[in-house]
């Protein structure tokens, strides 16, 4: 049976080896990607040229997703509004911090949320799933076993030297082992291997369970999560190439370029023998390797108004065709496409797709993401119900299952929503739950909306009364 310091040296281990691939999936997501290939010695303008061939399509790829996740109501098992766990979310605040924990399911492959007991009441908040490890049971993987956490915590400034804001003075590290019942917490003062674990106490969580909960994405038979911008992240390499290409294109051969050959600029005498420049006293000027320096012939001056002229018989002038961008152009866009469509981006996303889309070519489009979509909610809904059956446990009630409800967000035409929601008034659908389908709808505006309609329909019932009643005292019509 491992031991607590057993588990401690584990959880390390396999953060600080997946750190690598954190770090340079979280480095592409960012945008600070491998630069395309460039010789040794290039000038300056040729690096310059390599830096701006870089465009982040990964971030709109990894954040198109997670803008479609919102949290819209959570229901108990009899599907009855459960205010307390909406309650308990608004207070981790969910509706805005939720996008942390599904970019990191896209990026990183999972998220990580932790429930704890405090003396204000118990908590859940969301960890960066670069410092917490989850190890699932040998004999069953998607149960969670033991965990570990590990930070750093900035030491206070002891010295009375005084030293630089930014200064490093090293921090004290600290991981702490969790069990389905207690904690244990180790504390290291000096970092790197020469650093000691020190054991420094061990408490009871009280939540009957490891108090951390993996939300992963594209989980495999062993419970191993997999991201989605690993495989993209070649394909980001190879689009930045493409546009390093292109630039250089545009610097180098993007115009017609005017080519001489056979031309000899050295000045020569009737002899044939080279002319060399002299000072003011007739002595040839020497140059840097030692050989006099000879004379050059002028050459000829590009203008409309001039004509090109070389001396030589061998001499030949002739243009070099410019470069045909629009051939570089296709290929980026190419690519650019198969990007998006290994990531499940409809083609509306890029606007040189945007041409002449009707609304049903548009969802029909949309139909990828939204599958993309639908399979994170349902990872996301299984988190979520274990961190919330935790809250319970923490708070002392009997865990219970719940589900959530996930607003729609796919782009829809205006025009088809009121269509359907006047098919629904005509079959006796409610009109409040109706109009709460418009884009936009809010409670508050809805109950201005029906407040409104109420006002119309008085002051219609009045003026139709006020009509009845001025026909009423006309005088009957003579016979």
Aim: overall charge negative; some cysteine.
């Amino acid at each position: 049976m491992d031991t607590v310091i057993d588990r401690l040296h584990m959880g390390l281990n396999a953060l600080s080896t997946g750190e690598k691939d954190w770090n340079r999936r979280e480095d592409n997501y960012r945008g600070d990607q491998q630069l395309p290939y460039a010789p040794e010695g290039v000038s300056v303008e040729y690096q310059e040229l390599r830096d701006q061939s870089i465009a982040n399509w990964l971030r709109p790829a990894m954040d198109v997703p997670v803008q479609r996740m919102e949290v819209e109501s959570v229901t108990d098992a009899d599907g009855e509004i459960d205010k307390d766990a909406w309650a308990t979310m608004e207070a981790a605040q969910m509706q805005t911090r939720g996008r942390i924990l599904f970019s990191q399911m896209m990026v990183h492959g999972r998220g990580v949320m932790s429930v704890s007991k405090s003396p204000s009441g118990p908590r859940m908040m969301i960890e960066n799933c670069r410092r917490v490890h989850i190890e699932g049971r040998a004999d069953d993987p998607f149960t969670r076993a033991w965990a570990v956490k590990s930070w750093t915590e900035k030491r206070p400034r002891t010295s009375s030297l005084i030293l630089p804001a930014d200064a490093d003075l090293g921090g004290l590290e600290v991981a702490v082992v969790y069990d389905e019942t207690k904690c244990t917490r180790f504390e290291k003062k000096s970092s790197g291997m020469y650093g000691k674990w020190e054991d420094v106490g061990t408490v009871d969580h009280g939540l009957k369970s490891v108090p951390f909960v993996s939300f992963g994405s594209r989980l495999d038979a062993d419970a191993v999560p997999h991201s989605a911008i690993d495989d993209l992240i070649p394909m980001q390499n190879a689009i930045n190439t493409i546009r390093f290409n292109t630039l250089l294109a545009m610097q180098f051969s993007a115009y017609r370029q005017r080519v001489v050959v056979g031309y000899d600029p050295i000045l020569r005498n009737d002899s044939g023998d080279i002319v060399y420049i002299t000072d003011e006293n007739g002595e040839p000027i020497v140059g840097p390797g030692g050989e006099p320096v000879p004379a050059l012939r002028p050459g000829g001056r590009a203008g409309v108004d001039r004509l090109l002229v070389f001396p030589g018989s061998e001499t030949k002038v002739f243009d070099l065709a410019e470069s045909n961008l629009k051939n570089y152009v296709e290929v980026y866009i190419r690519f650019l496409t198969d990007l998006f469509t290994m990531a499940q981006i409809p083609p509306q996303y890029a606007l040189d797709k945007m041409a002449n889309l009707s609304g049903d070519a548009m969802a029909g489009a949309d139909a990828t993401l939204q599958s993309l979509v639908s399979d994170l909610q349902a990872e996301a809904s299984g988190g979520f119900n274990e961190v919330l059956q935790l809250m319970d446990i923490a708070a002392g009630r009997s865990p219970q299952s719940r589900r959530l409800a996930w607003a729609d967000r796919a782009p829809k035409s205006f025009g088809q929503i009121v269509d359907g929601i006047v098919k629904l008034i005509s079959q006796g659908f409610p009109k409040r739950d109706a109009w709460d389908m418009l884009p936009g709808a809010t409670p508050v505006k809805v109950q201005a909306w029906i407040d409104h309609a109420l006002e119309e329909s008085r002051s219609e019932i009045d003026q139709l009364t006020a009509t009845s009643s001025m026909s009423a005292l006309e005088p009957a019509p003579q016979e």
